[in-house]
C-alpha cells in the first residue's frame, strides 16, 4: 500500500492518512493467523539458505525473481493466499489433538502435507513451465515453514486455537497467534538473532536427526508438540478459555518453538537440495 496524499488541502490530507494507519494497525490486529508470522517464515528459510551449497542456491536464484531472496519467497503463499484461489486450506491440516499419528484421512479440509508433495515433485521437474516451479519453490519454502508450526497441524475444534482466547502476560490473544508470532517476539523480533538461535543448536547429530523421516512423520511430530501447546504447565491441564499464560508457559514452550524452526529450517535445506540436484 502507498500513501498518496490528496491535493485537497491539508485537513483532507491528515484525513486520508489518519485513515489509513487506521487501517494498517486494524488489519495487523487481525490479520490472517495461518502461518508462522513472518519473522519465523523468514527465520526457517534464512537458516536454510546458509544450508545450501552454491549450485543449489545458483539454482534457486533463476527460479525465483530477480532479487528475490529464499526468505523474501517464504512468506509470498501469505501475502497472494486471496489471489490463489482455494489456497487456504493449503497452509494446515486439521487433525484432532488426542490422535497419535497424523494421517491424511484425518487432516480434515487441510491439505498441507498432500500439497507440500506436490509442489515438491512441480518442483523437481525441470520440464515444467518456469513459472509454475517459481510458485511451487515459494509454496515449498512456506509450507515447510507452517508444517513445523504446531497449531496448524493438531487442533481441537477450534481452528487450530484460532478461536481459544487466551492472555499472554497482560496481552488479549489466541493461542494460535501466540504460536504464530508472540512467543518467537518475546524473545526477539531480531531475524540475525533467531538465526543465531538455530545455529547454536545446530551439530552433527541434530542435523542427521533432523534430516530423517517422511513428511507425514514431520507432521506427526508437530502434533505431538501441539499436545504440549494446549497444555498449561503451571495447572498440568488443558488450557481452558480466558486463561493467564506467563512466565512458565513461555519458558516451557520456548525450546519447542526453538527446535520447531530448526527442524524446518534443516529440513527444508534438504527438500530443496534433494529436488534441485544436478541431473
Ligand atoms: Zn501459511
Same mark, same amino acid.
Given at each position: 500500500?502507498?500513501?498518496?496524499?490528496?491535493?485537497?488541502?491539508?485537513?483532507?490530507?491528515?484525513?486520508?492518512?489518519?485513515?489509513?494507519?487506521?487501517?494498517?494497525?486494524?488489519?495487523?490486529?487481525?490479520?490472517?493467523?495461518?502461518?508462522?508470522?513472518?519473522?519465523?517464515?523468514?527465520?526457517?528459510?534464512?537458516?536454510?539458505?546458509?544450508?545450501?551449497?552454491? /549450485?543449489?542456491?545458483?539454482?534457486?536464484?533463476?527460479?525465483?525473481?530477480?532479487?528475490?531472496?529464499?526468505?523474501?519467497?517464504?512468506?509470498?503463499?501469505?501475502?497472494?493466499?486471496?489471489?490463489?484461489?482455494?489456497?487456504?486450506?493449503?497452509?494446515?491440516?486439521?487433525?484432532?489433538?488426542?490422535?497419535?499419528?497424523?494421517?491424511?484421512?484425518?487432516?480434515?479440509?487441510?491439505?498441507?502435507?498432500?500439497?507440500?508433495?506436490?509442489?515438491? /515433485?512441480?518442483?523437481?521437474?525441470?520440464?515444467?513451465?518456469?513459472?509454475?516451479?517459481?510458485?511451487?519453490?515459494?509454496?515449498?519454502?512456506?509450507?515447510?515453514?507452517?508444517?513445523?508450526?504446531?497449531?496448524?497441524?493438531?487442533?481441537?475444534?477450534?481452528?487450530?486455537?484460532?478461536?481459544?482466547?487466551?492472555?499472554?502476560?497482560?496481552?488479549?490473544?489466541?493461542?494460535?497467534?501466540?504460536?504464530?508470532?508472540?512467543?518467537?517476539?518475546?524473545?526477539?523480533?531480531?531475524?540475525?538473532?533467531?538465526?543465531?538461535?538455530?545455529?547454536?543448536?545446530?551439530?552433527?547429530?541434530?542435523?542427521?536427526?533432523?534430516?530423517?523421516?517422511?513428511?507425514?512423520?514431520?507432521?506427526?511430530?508437530?502434533?505431538?508438540?501441539?499436545?504440549?501447546?494446549?497444555?498449561?504447565?503451571?495447572?498440568?491441564?488443558?488450557?481452558?478459555?480466558?486463561?493467564?499464560?506467563?512466565?512458565?508457559?513461555?519458558?516451557?514452550?520456548?525450546?519447542?518453538?526453538?527446535?520447531?524452526?530448526?527442524?524446518?529450517?534443516?529440513?527444508?535445506?534438504?527438500?530443496? /537440495?534433494?529436488?534441485?540436484?544436478?541431473?
Amino acid at each position: 500500500m502507498s500513501l498518496r496524499l490528496g491535493q485537497s488541502g491539508r485537513g483532507r490530507s491528515q484525513h486520508t492518512v489518519s485513515f489509513l494507519i487506521a487501517f494498517v494497525i486494524t488489519w495487523q490486529a487481525t490479520g490472517p493467523a495461518w502461518a508462522w508470522g513472518r519473522l519465523g517464515h523468514r527465520v526457517v528459510a534464512e537458516f536454510a539458505d546458509r544450508h545450501l551449497n552454491p /549450485t543449489v542456491r545458483a539454482e534457486i536464484a533463476q527460479i525465483l525473481e530477480p532479487g528475490e531472496s529464499l526468505a523474501d519467497a517464504s512468506t509470498w503463499a501469505d501475502e497472494n493466499r486471496t489471489r490463489i484461489h482455494g489456497s487456504g486450506p493449503w497452509h494446515f491440516a486439521d487433525v484432532p489433538l488426542d490422535e497419535d499419528r497424523y494421517d491424511d484421512r484425518l487432516a480434515g479440509s487441510g491439505q498441507i502435507v498432500p500439497k507440500l508433495r506436490e509442489f515438491r /515433485t512441480i518442483l523437481a521437474d525441470r520440464t515444467r513451465p518456469p513459472a509454475a516451479r517459481c510458485q511451487a519453490l515459494r509454496f515449498v519454502v512456506h509450507l515447510v515453514g507452517d508444517l513445523h508450526q504446531p497449531l496448524h497441524v493438531g487442533e481441537h475444534q477450534d481452528r487450530g486455537g484460532n478461536t481459544l482466547q487466551i492472555h499472554f502476560y497482560r496481552r488479549k490473544t489466541s493461542l494460535h497467534h501466540l504460536w504464530d508470532d508472540l512467543i518467537l517476539e518475546h524473545r526477539t523480533r531480531g531475524e540475525d538473532r533467531w538465526v543465531a538461535e538455530l545455529s547454536a543448536i545446530d551439530d552433527p547429530i541434530s542435523r542427521s536427526a533432523a534430516m530423517d523421516g517422511t513428511i507425514e512423520d514431520w507432521a506427526t511430530g508437530s502434533l505431538h508438540a501441539a499436545q504440549q501447546a494446549y497444555q498449561n504447565p503451571r495447572t498440568g491441564r488443558r488450557i481452558e478459555p480466558g486463561e493467564v499464560l506467563e512466565d512458565a508457559y513461555y519458558e516451557s514452550n520456548l525450546p519447542i518453538v526453538r527446535r520447531q524452526l530448526y527442524l524446518a529450517g534443516t529440513r527444508l535445506a534438504w527438500v530443496l /537440495t534433494d529436488a534441485l540436484r544436478p541431473e
